[in-house]
């Protein structure tokens, strides 16, 4: 069992934090197959000193979702130290610093990766987040700016050394943004000298290479991110190449009913649009089907389409 601060986790793989995809009813779906833990899209602390309703609404969530993570980006520490003050009203389990997102907007103004850069400052503004809440403080990061400059043993020393319960790394770099490979071999260079618990991050295609990275680099655990879209069955044994339409479309239609429930049944949708197309990456169907379902605006209309004559549009799952 793994503990951050005086939080336990139920697990060791679990889902990325990505903005745009890991809202609560994703989330659920992904802890309904095993995923460990919940990891909120990441929210920018200048809006939340404000409290904007709608970034605080990014960190709505259910009950069955905790433990639960909630994520926050900025650049400055005295508004990150409030923010954190802030959110922690909203009772989550642990607050994590975003060190990761590679974005211009964001990594240019210093803030997400544009934070590696200044280790000292990153330390710091850990250590305010500590002072402010009392809940576990963690930090998502990279393993450096650009390949001149990884300096993920300095970064991952200062953190912890100010206090981070735990680290999840990605093993690319800024510059990377999402080419190349993942290095996991500097993910497991950071395990072996730190003390913290420390999760790994970064191209798992399977739930079998999930448990391969924990064993071969003493981690303690790991998170899934673009694999897990449309695949929340990657937390499980269950593989989504062996399953039944009928089990793929049952699963499609709970997490789109969760999506209708939290955003209202247009904008869910439209917002479930990305989920779907992921859904059905892999099976073999009538190209007119699934344009048609993507262009529908109504729960009913999407439900009698989803499960019409399945065998012409679904022909198998490959
Ligand atoms: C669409 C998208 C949005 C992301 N948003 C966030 C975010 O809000 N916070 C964060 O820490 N990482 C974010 N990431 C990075 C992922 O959490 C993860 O580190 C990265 O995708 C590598 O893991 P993977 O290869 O399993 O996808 C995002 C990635 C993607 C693809």
Known sequence: MIRIGNVTIPGRISLS???????????????KFGAAFSYTEFVNTDELVHRAPKAL?????????RPITFQIFGNR???????????????????????????RKVSLRGAGAGLLRRPVLAGKIIEAMKKRVNVPVTAKIRIGWDST???????????????????????RTKEMAYTGLADWNAIGEIKVNRRIPIFGNGDIKSFQEANSKIQEYGLDGVLIGRSAIGNPWIFSEIKKNELSWSDVSEVILQHLRWMIDDFGEEFGLVLFRKHLVKYLTGLDFDQAWKTELLEIREWNQFEDLLLSDKRRNVLAVL
Do not use: W
């Open 77 to 103: 520490l005295e508004i990150i130290a409030e923010a954190s003050e802030i959110i922690q009203e909203l009772k989550p389990d642990i607050i994590d610093l975003n060190m990761g997102c590679s974005t």
């Open 149 to 171: 400059s990884r300096n993920y043993l300095e970064v991952s020393k200062i953190l912890e050394e100010s206090g981070a319960d735990a680290l999840t790394v990605h093993g």
């Open 17 to 31: 934090p990505m903005a745009g995809i890991s809202d609560s009813p994703t989330r659920r779906i992904c802890r």
């Open 57 to 65: 609404k990014m960190f709505r969530f259910h009950p069955e979702e």
